[in-house]
């Protein structure tokens, strides 16, 4: 990604209240400057691609130095939004204040600064943040050695220095105990969940290394208990222990529910984690286990106006999960409906991550209905412009099922032209998926109204399929979409959601 690339995401993916503050403290000026020009020039052109914004602002500004430009309105930006981090999350707030004290310190105003570095460490220990708290301590010492331990006795000098000493064990712990988490959820994204005793064992030398390292730490710990309770109920998902790995995303829950002077503010990090135990209940059928978790999200309150419009996304899709993975399209459609003042309407405050999901997501409600007018319209809105969500991760599994539609509406020429350009857009990247390979070659072999044999060709094709399905790869895909489910249904002539349906009373059985 160009560093011009990188601005247009940047300005696009601003908050209101970010927009704001930018406004407030850069367009007062008499003469604008050439870098609020390009600024102007980007922000309300959220369709237009990368050569044609350059365009735009080089016809304003034919004389400018366009590279610098860009570099320091991306300067400005990060600044901004900094700034606005300072009033609302603690983690940044302590810092700030440390690069404060450092400056007290060079205008030789040491009192001022060794009182604002003893406020920092008490509110590093009640907020548990240990890297600014070493941080803190080590400045102290520092300056005290500098002015030669002024009325400072060496008890005092050998505290101060356990001090020091616990942070940086509490931060080895935490980032061994990390270390064990990422290690598993690595495993379970490329391995998949254990299917064999064999493979429960293999899993068992991290348990051992977790509970060992969990029993020499501080329970009372918020970070140290949050990693324990992560990394127990993935655990307990990978071997198949759901009622278990439940009852531990219960603690996790009740930890944060306890602790919430440690939230930022608004609690992007408490969301990220519901969002993260919501998806892993999800990618396991246990749904009646998303909705306890669905009701927490309901009872996250913030003023954030653009937190809030997110916090609702977030909670329609996992509302609307239940039904669409199950293919009840009629009870999604009916959510849909519900969610249309306080979602729909406010399309426009989402991210741009946000937008492609809801826009993925409500197509394939529209094409299990059968709307497959509806589907396409809506989806297009991400795919007419797309250089604006190439960057997404899902912006290939929308074009797949962009695919369908294409299918559905019987157009051959666009189905044979979006293969062509998502095979061009492949080539470049990353290792494709089997099941993007394998919808070009049936999509291909199959146009509509080649009068192919179905019933032999389910026979054909049901092998690769099931490979497909049981390849832990393709599940990443498949999780958001089940497109096999999509092409038995086509070829045995049973309705999508009946496909859907005893795919999920399978995957039950199975667990």
Not at 239 to 261: I, T
């Amino acid at each position: 990604m160009t560093k011009f690339e990188s601005l247009v995401h940047l300005v696009h993916s601003m908050t209101i209240p970010e927009r704001k503050a930018f406004r407030k403290k850069n367009f007062h000026k008499k003469s604008v400057p050439d870098y609020l020009m390009l600024y102007d020039s980007i922000e309300p052109e959220q369709g237009k691609s990368i050569a044609e914004l350059r365009s735009i602002f080089l016809k304003k500004c034919p004389d400018v130095a366009f590279e610098t430009t860009v570099k320091y309105l991306f300067e400005i930006l990060l600044d901004t939004m900094l700034e606005l981090r300072k009033n609302q999350d603690s983690f940044y707030a302590l810092f700030n204040k440390i690069l404060k004290a450092r400056i007290l310190f060079e205008k030789s105003l040491y009192d001022e600064c060794f009182d604002l570095l003893r406020n920092v460490m008490i509110q590093a220990e009640k907020y548990e943040n240990y890297f600014v708290l070493l941080l803190a301590n080590r400045l102290e010492l520092e300056y005290l050695l500098a002015l030669n331990f002024p009325d400072i006795d060496e008890q005092q000098l050998l505290k101060k220095q356990f001090k020091l000493n616990e942070s940086l064990k509490y931060i080895r712990k935490i980032n061994e105990q990390s270390s064990l988490y990422e290690i598993l959820k690595h495993r379970v994204v490329y391995k998949g969940y254990a299917r064999s005793q064999k493979e429960k064992n293999d899993l068992n030398d991290l348990v051992y290394s977790e509970l060992s390292l969990v029993a020499t730490l501080s329970p009372e710990n918020f970070e140290i208990s949050k990693l324990h309770q992560l990394f127990q109920s993935n655990y307990l998902i990978s071997v198949g222990d759901y009622k278990s790995a439940l009852r531990s995303y219960y603690e996790l829950n009740n930890l944060f529910e306890a602790n919430k002077h440690l939230w930022s503010k608004p609690p992007v990090y408490y969301l990220h984690t519901l969002e993260g135990v919501l998806e892993s209940l999800r990618s396991i059928h246990n749904y009646n286990g998303m909705r306890y978790f669905i009701e927490q999200l309901k009872k996250i309150e913030s003023p954030s106006i653009d937190f809030k419009i997110h916090l609702t996304c977030i909670t329609y899709l996992f509302e609307l999960f239940p039904h669409l993975d199950t293919g009840d399209f009629h009870a999604s459609a009916e959510l849909k409906d519900n969610y249309k003042e306080s979602l729909y309407d406010k399309f426009s405050l989402l991210s741009r991550a946000r937008q492609a999901e809801l826009c993925l997501y409500t197509s394939l409600i529209f094409f299990g209905e059968s709307k497959y007018q509806k589907a396409h319209k809506f989806l297009s809105q991400i795919i007419i412009t797309g250089k604006s969500y190439f960057y997404l991760p899902l912006y290939r599994t929308i074009r797949l099922v962009n695919l369908m539609i294409l299918y559905k509406l019987g157009d051959e020429e666009l189905i044979r032209y979006e293969i062509r350009s998502m095979k061009r857009d492949l080539s470049g990247n990353e290792k494709g998926y089997k099941i993007e390979r394998f919808m070009f070659k049936f999509l291909v072999k199959h146009i509509p109204g080649t009068g192919i044999k179905k019933a032999k060709l389910f026979e054909k094709y049901q092998p690769e399929m099931q490979s497909i399905k049981n390849d832990v790869f393709e599940q990443q895909v498949l999780r958001i979409f089940d497109f096999t489910a999509w092409i038995e249904s086509l070829l045995t002539q049973h309705p999508l959601q009946e496909i859907l349906k005893q795919r999920h009373k399978e995957a039950l059985h199975h667990e």
